[in-house]
């Protein structure tokens, strides 16, 4: 079970509000988070994450605690077996495409990069860096990377805006196929409501 309690003033163009998530979710959900634009989805998962403290929060994964701002406890990103695929992508751009799968994995496995190259029809970039990649070809990259962590959380923010539709579907069968097999949960960003109704096991959506 994760339980989330988060409560954290933003600061947006149309003035200050309160971010506000309040909700247990079983392990290995493949969660739908949605909510107008600029409403807090990607301050949610920073909060996640350990990017960003709240002003109060309360984030526990089966018996661990992430985080516990009343009484002080805070696990740094790095502890939390969470991985994070931002909107920008945020890859290396002094590495190859396999290294920037490769460098997320803390246990070193060089099949799984094989096999995610494969996937996502990347393995002729393999060795190519990814500032010479198209825009969709590069949001692979970052999808196989967070993938490759193999995280107990996963986190996609608007996973496939820069992906073809035909692209779209395989990757997302990749997802699902992920979720299934690994018991991780996945928490994803998408406008396409259409797009996850039918399969999504957790609506979330922020107001
Ligand atoms: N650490 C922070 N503390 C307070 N406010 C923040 C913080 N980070 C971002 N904000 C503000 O929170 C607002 C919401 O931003 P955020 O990117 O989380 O929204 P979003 O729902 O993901 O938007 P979009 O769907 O357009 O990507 C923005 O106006 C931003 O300036």
Redesign the pocket.
């Given at each position: 079970m994760i339980e989330i309690q988060i409560r954290?003033?933003?600061?947006?163009?149309s003035g200050n509000k309160f971010?506000e998530v309040d909700e247990r979710i079983s392990e290995g959900s493949f969660v739908h988070v949605s909510?107008?634009?600029?409403?807090?989805?990607?301050?949610?998962f920073?909060v996640l994450s350990g990017l960003?403290v709240p002003d109060f929060g309360f984030i526990k994964l089966n018996d661990k605690i992430l985080l516990d701002t009343a009484n002080k406890i805070f696990l740094p990103p790095q502890k939390r077996n969470i991985s994070l695929m931002f909107?920008n992508y945020a890859l290396f751009p002094n590495m190859t495409v396999k290294q920037n799968i490769a460098f997320a994995q803390t246990e070193k496995d060089e099949n799984i990069v094989d096999e995610l190259l494969e996937k996502f029809a990347l393995k002729t970039f393999e060795n190519t860096s990814p500032s010479k990649l198209s825009g969709g070809q590069q949001q692979r990259v970052a999808l196989a990377r967070t993938l490759a962590q193999n995280a107990e959380i996963v986190l996609l923010?608007?996973p496939f805006s820069a992906v073809d539709i035909a692209m779209r579907k395989v990757m997302l069968n990749e997802l699902l196929e992920f979720n299934k097999n690994n018991n991780s949960t996945f928490f994803v960003?998408s406008?396409s409501e259409e797009e996850f109704e039918s399969f999504s096991t957790y609506n979330l959506n922020?107001i």
């Open positions: 954290h003033q933003i600061f947006t163009s971010l909510g107008d634009s600029g409403i807090g989805k990607t301050t949610f920073k960003v909107q923010d608007e960003i406008h922020i």
